[in-house]
């Protein structure tokens, strides 16, 4: 078998089955969101978690499409296209949880954090995941769709550098949410993990 047909089928295997444990997980948060989104209200489906993570993942199949259709034009491999709309598909949904105002935005003022690894145990499994998991794509595919990324340690700074934007934000915006400097590690440190596990896909065979 070629080896660039079993690299494709082990990595969308490895990520249809990583979405399946996701949507097994959270299924009936997911859906208490569904009848809102449905009806294509904006306050309860795109200013909620449940709704953006909804909405992210019945989106999957345009986004496969898109893939196809990139590949298909441009005469690229499928890799980069993948990586093209992976990238981005996989971070702004995500960014933009993090920019959901809390119930005191605005009239809170800006809280900071600068004691490492003192938020980390109040943060609980689903806290520490979903910081890893903020710039996991942009660790994943950056690396496959620029050859200047292509280090562990370069993504280690690039996912930091963008958490530390989006924890800026959080501070000036007043959006009632805390800005860590836990968050920054674990954002960087879940995109550096994605990196090592993309680096057979760095470069085409």
């Given at each position: 078998m070629n080896h660039s047909v079993s690299l494709r089928r082990l990595f969308l295997g490895l990520v249809v089955l990583g979405l399946a444990c996701a949507v097994y997980t959270v299924r009936q948060p997911l859906m208490m969101s569904a009848p809102t989104c449905l009806a294509g209200r904006w306050h309860g489906c795109l200013d909620t978690e449940n709704g953006v993570l909804l909405t992210m993942l019945a989106g999957l199949p345009l986004a496969a499409l898109m893939v196809w259709t990139l590949s298909r034009r441009r005469g690229t491999t499928w890799r980069?296209?993948?990586a093209e709309v992976g990238l981005v598909y996989g971070t702004l949904p995500l960014v933009w949880l993090t920019l959901l105002p809390g119930p005191g935005a605005g009239v809170v003022p800006g809280r900071v954090s600068l004691v490492p690894l003192r938020d980390v145990v109040t943060m609980g499994s689903i806290g520490i995941g979903g910081n890893l998991l903020l710039f996991a794509a942009l660790?994943?595919?950056?690396?496959?769709?620029?050859?200047?990324?292509?280090?562990?340690?370069?993504?280690?700074a690039l996912g930091a550098a963008c958490s530390v934007l989006v924890e800026t934000a959080q501070f000036v915006l007043r959006l009632d949410r805390v800005s860590s400097v836990d968050d920054v590690l674990l954002n960087a440190a879940g995109a550096a993990l994605a990196a090592a596990a993309s680096r057979p896909w760095w470069r085409g065979p």
């Open positions: 980069l296209s993948l660790g994943c595919f950056a690396p496959v769709r620029f050859a200047a990324l292509a280090s562990v340690p370069r993504v280690l």
